[in-house]
């Protein structure tokens, strides 16, 4: 192989117009494609800006056209040469430089390639697994290379808009101690400590709170975040939150710096105007209308509670859920009346998915006449409530669920989702934000028989909310709040506590002792003593953020090196095992296996 000889780029792959025509240019790249048209070698050069067409002519240059003869795809090559002017029969227009190309004079050849793992073609489909362990050739698919390129120029345009709103970015620790937030930490064990341990932080929560302590007022930093817990399209185990705290605000100080904020990075990365302000929705009502707390507000299909209109009916299966305390919900799919009974009995089995344990269903026909095998068991009266309730209309499709709260918000609104899909009601180049509101501070949880915070311990209550801590804890509301876009949470965050006593009698609630407080939060409880502001904050999960904004299904798109749903990386092939020295410095004893 070769040296770049003193060759110095002169232009990127994607600089050149038909204003360069006559220059003499040098380019360096990878071989994208390679044609030979009658003895003229062509070769589409690429580099993260772009591609240029670059020839090989034997009849001006053919001792360059022979050595041109070795190039294959994904050969690393620089080139000098003139730009020509393409004839006009023969621009592509689908390129940025399509108008001209560089007739080549000097090739250096700086690097083969084996043949590549998969094509670089974007049509073509490539596993996941195998994209993964050969991510290096992957990212240098534009569509990939665009993601990471997004995600550069929205952390700069966040950084821009904090800074001008005066934050400060400010680094807190990766080594800290395990606190309760949720889901498991990443423990590291310490050399220096034995038998103790570090953990990995799920959040910088109580940093930032210190931070707002200490007088900094504005905070905020693009911050690593590590959680043990299950997988799925939109986690990590590692992954990357807009983290920030402010002093002496409120929730709608805090809502307009964000949507500022958005508005600012939509503009700046997809030349997009965002309407402000967002939408608000109490959790009470979210939960009412579509079934679960990041609504996609983006189509209809709602939700409708049907539990008192049936409460009486004659339909035996509903009035026992009723009398149980349990709720009868309903989807009315307008214009479905064509669904087949494969289809309703699949949608049966979709639901099944998530807890329920059936899934009635009416088609609406003429003159609202009811065909389903529940109609028999309701009379003509309470047919026509429902309808009502519903605004059924014939050819609508009726769909019900009857059982727990829980069980029959989940299903509808997966079920929702479900019809939006098969309907083709999302629309993927809209961008629907809403404020969720009001959520619980508490939900009791039946396997440690206490209660637990909604959020996190630190979260304030609402006002005047506090003296049902006392009697009916689950019925306190929060100040949390989070924003959901398209259906997905983008970030979430709350006015913070910030008065010791305050705090003392939300532990209490949540069944924490005074010892056990002092012994997790002990350095946080002092610290409100001593002064704290009240403040508030918010963390946006930036890769789920970025997989909505460029388009993709899962946020591994939008990270250069992400893990697998079984936290492994297939290129480096971590988590390995490691030498038995190293435990033993750990002071950690394994049942060892060599």
Not at 4 to 28: I, Q
Not at 29 to 35: D, E, I
Not at 330 to 353: H, M, P
Not at 519 to 528: C, P, R, V
């Amino acid at each position: 192989m070769e040296s770049m000889g003193g060759l110095k780029r002169s232009h990127s792959c994607n600089d050149l117009a038909v204003e360069n025509v006559g220059e003499v240019v040098t380019l360096m790249g990878w071989v994208l494609r390679r044609r030979d048209h009658g003895g003229v070698i062509f070769i589409d050069l690429r580099d993260r800006w772009g591609i240029t067409q670059v020839v090989f002519n034997p009849e001006v240059h053919a001792d360059v056209h022979t050595k041109a003869h070795q190039l294959r795809s994904e050969w690393v090559i620089a080139v000098q040469g003139r730009v020509e002017r393409r004839p006009p029969d023969m621009e592509n227009r689908n390129l940025q430089t399509g108008a001209i190309e560089v007739l080549v004079d000097t090739l250096r050849i700086l690097n083969a390639s084996a043949t590549p793992p998969f094509p670089l073609d974007e049509e073509v489909e490539v596993s996941e697994n195998l994209r993964l362990r050969y991510r290096y050739i992957d990212l240098r698919r534009p569509s990939m290379a665009n993601n990471l390129i997004m995600r550069h120029r929205a952390a700069g345009s966040v950084r821009q808009y904090l800074d001008r709103h005066d934050f400060l970015e400010i680094e807190t620790p990766f080594l800290t101690r395990s606190t309760p937030e949720g889901a498991r930490d990443y423990l590291v064990p310490s050399r220096v400590n034995p038998g103790r341990f570090y953990a990995l932080p799920q959040s910088p929560q109580l940093f930032k709170q210190l931070l707002m302590i200490s007088g900094l007022d504005r905070y905020y930093q693009i911050v690593r975040c590590f959680r043990d817990e299950d997988l799925r399209a939109d986690r990590q185990p590692e992954f990357t939150q807009i983290d920030m705290e402010l002093s002496f605000v409120d929730e709608e100080g805090i809502f307009a710096i964000i949507e500022g904020m958005m508005q600012k990075l939509f503009r700046d990365v997809l030349q997009i105007e965002l309407n402000v302000p967002f939408a608000r929705m109490e959790y009470a009502e979210v939960m009412a209308r579509f079934g679960t707390d990041r609504p996609d507000t983006s189509f209809g299909l709602e939700l409708v509670d049907l539990t008192e209109t049936v409460r009486t009916c004659g339909f035996n299966v509903f009035q026992t859920v009723v009398k149980k305390g349990g709720l009868v919900k309903s989807i009315n799919a307008r214009g479905c009346g064509y669904f087949s009974r494969k289809d309703l009995d699949d949608l049966t089995e979709y639901v099944g998915q998530f807890g329920a344990k059936g899934l009635a269903w009416v088609k609406v026909k003429a003159g609202g006449e009811w065909q389903s095998p529940i109609a028999k068991f309701f009379t003509e009266e309470e047919r026509a409530a429902i309808s009502r309730e519903l605004g059924a209309e014939e050819n609508d499709v009726l769909f019900f669920v009857a059982d727990t709260a829980a069980i029959v918000n989940q299903a509808l609104s997966e079920l929702r989702l479900e019809l939006g899909r098969r309907l083709e009601l999302i629309d993927r180049n809209s961008y629907n934000f809403v404020w969720v509101v009001d959520f619980p501070l508490l939900e009791y949880d039946h396997d440690e028989k206490r209660h637990v915070a909604v959020h996190h311990p630190f979260t304030a209550p609402r006002e005047d909310d506090v003296p049902l801590l006392a009697t009916e804890p689950g019925r306190v509301r929060s100040r949390a709040y989070d924003l959901v876009l398209n259906g997905i949470e983008i970030g979430g965050g709350s006015i913070r506590i910030h008065q010791k006593e305050q705090q003392d009698v939300i532990f209490a609630a949540l069944g924490i002792s005074k010892e056990e407080a002092g012994d997790k939060f002990g350095f946080l409880l002092q610290a409100l003593e001593l002064g704290a502001p009240p403040h508030g904050g918010i963390a946006f999960g930036l890769d789920r953020l970025l997989m909505l904004m460029a388009g993709r299904e899962t946020i591994r798109d939008v990270i250069a090196f992400p893990k697998t749903q079984k936290a492994t990386c297939p290129l480096t092939e971590a988590p390995a095992p490691v030498a038995r020295k190293q435990l033993t410095e750990l002071y950690l004893r394994p049942d060892w296996k060599e």
